[in-house]
């Protein structure tokens, strides 16, 4: 019931194309989904975030789309650069909860 | 405007030591949670505490490992008896109050656990 499953674990992408990263989640009482970025040997850092009263908030270059009904959100990373080469990390909780419950992780390589 | 800061950053133990892991949460920040996180692995929750008390350790293992965040002072998380499957990352976040769309969890860089 707690569970996150993100896919896939990892993700090569050309400079200049999309990235996309899936997470599928269960519990219906969920209604905040964070995306977080984590480089080798740092913290996770929140990327962006979205509450399920909208289907879409982009920031940037980063997308998520959220699917109330399938219980999916994704991120999309539009025209990937070398840079963004890192894990990231989708996590869902209620919003007052105690703990945010992350996703497996992937690994994301963008290839110049 | 410092972090989110943990100390040490890296930290070997051998079988049977205690491990004491150290969390300064970011200034005005009264809320510290604990992640561990495996090798190759996502964020686990462990423990939730806001000062002098703890309000959420479900996630913490039911022996060994402790918690605490004193009204003075870093929150500690401390593993006695440390064996090598507890070798992983430890991640201390912090957040001004509660509700996390409007207060968003910070993570510092974690302590780095290997135990020999």
């Known amino acids: 019931q707690q569970q996150v499953k993100q896919s896939p674990q990892s993700l090569i992408v050309q400079k200049g194309g999309i990235s996309i990263i899936n997470c599928a989640y269960e519990n219906t009482a969920f209604d905040y989904f964070p995306w977080y970025q984590q480089f080798p040997g740092k913290g996770p850092a929140l990327l962006i975030a979205i509450r399920p009263d909208v289907s879409e908030k982009k920031e940037g270059r980063f997308t998520i789309s959220f699917n109330k009904s399938a219980k999916q959100f994704s991120l999309h990373i539009m025209d990937s650069q070398p840079g963004d080469s890192a894990t990231y990390f989708c996590a869902a909780s209620t919003d007052a909860g105690n703990m945010l419950t992350f996703g497996g992780g992937t690994r994301l390589m963008v290839k110049p | 405007n410092a972090g989110v800061m943990q100390n040490p950053r890296h930290l070997v133990r051998r079988r049977g030591q205690e491990a004491r892991l150290r969390c300064s949460p970011m200034k005005g920040h009264s809320h510290v949670y604990w992640y561990r996180q495996l090798p190759e692995e996502g964020l686990k929750f462990m423990v939730y505490l806001q000062k002098e008390n703890i309000i959420d350790e479900s996630g913490m293992p039911k022996e060994r490992f402790s918690a605490e965040f004193p009204k003075e002072g870093p929150s500690i998380l401390r593993i006695q008896q440390v064996v090598r499957g507890d070798s992983a990352a430890y991640f201390c976040?912090?957040?001004?109050?509660?509700?996390?769309?409007?207060?968003?969890?910070?993570f510092g860089n974690g302590t780095r656990l290997t135990v020999t």
């Open positions: 976040a912090s957040s001004l109050y509660r509700g996390f769309y409007n207060s968003p969890l910070h």
